[in-house]
T-cell receptor
Framework: DAKTTQPNSMESNEEEPVHLPCNHS???????IHWYRQLPSQGPEYVIH???SNVNNRMASLAIAEDRKSSTLILHRATLRDAAVYYC??????????????FGTGTRLTIIP | DGGITQSPKYLFRKEGQNVTLSCEQN?????MYWYRQDPGQGLRLIYY???????QKGDIAEGYSVSREKKESFPLTVTSAQKNPTAFYLC?????????????FGAGTRLSVL
């Protein structure tokens, strides 16, 4: 399985943008890049995903490097509710038996009021 | 509201006892999953089911069992063979095809050993 590397922790001030990096140098051409986040004592929730192009949704933006070996999750204006562990995950598509999402230890984001 | 319901929220197990964690979904999803999370760690897949009456072992299936008799339900039994069951257990579901990667999670069950 292709692996991802994320910083263990990051801090950001409230109401400022946050850029969460993820390295995935062994990504294959069919791997989708997913981001989930997990608030304290809750299950993870889907944030965003992409394949090659940058993606935007109501929660965040995903910037994917041209060579796809890294990506950045962008929270445009962090709030205290964004404090969570953020997971960057590669998913290889719908090949038989390849339904797993492999969660690493993620990046713990702390928002400073 | 559609979603995943896990119960109980907290569960205590005695030595040698089997316990069953409940997971129900009303999202009409075909696929369901069970994960285990230890403190400060990511999630590890225990079992998953792509369709009713079918399930596959994940990465850490030993000491656990599941059933999938109904589309809506995917209970997990932690057997006495699981020697270190204390963890946070999460259930998830997803739609078929490319949406398989968009998993919806329940709020979790925290299991402790007495």
């Amino acid at each position: 399985d292709a692996k991802t590397t994320q910083p263990n922790s990051m801090e950001s001030n409230e109401e400022e943008p946050v850029h969460l990096p993820c390295n995935h140098s062994t990504i294959s051409g069919t791997d989708y890049i997913h981001w989930y986040r997990q608030l304290p004592s809750q299950g993870p929730e889907y944030v965003i995903h992409g394949l090659t192009s940058n993606v935007n949704n109501r929660m965040a933006s995903l910037a994917i490097a041209e060579d796809r070996k890294s990506s950045t999750l962008i929270l445009h204006r962090a709030t205290l509710r964004d404090a969570a562990v953020y997971y960057c995950i590669l998913w290889g598509g719908t090949n038989f038996g390849n339904e797993k999402l492999t969660f690493g230890t993620g990046t713990r984001l702390t928002i400073i009021p | 509201d559609g979603g995943i319901t896990q119960s109980p929220k907290y569960l205590f197990r005695k030595e040698g006892q089997n316990v069953t964690l409940s997971c129900e979904q009303n999202l009409n999803h075909d696929a369901m999953y069970w994960y285990r999370q230890d403190p400060g760690q990511g999630l590890r897949l225990i079992y998953y089911s792509q369709i009713v009456n079918d399930f596959q072992k994940g990465d850490i299936a030993e000491g656990y069992s599941v059933s999938r008799e109904k589309k809506e339900s995917f209970p997990l039994t932690v057997t006495s063979a699981q020697k270190n069951p204390t963890a946070f257990y999460l259930c998830a579901s997803s739609s078929p095809g490319l949406s398989k990667s968009l998993q919806y999670f329940g709020a979790g069950t925290r299991l402790s050993v007495l």
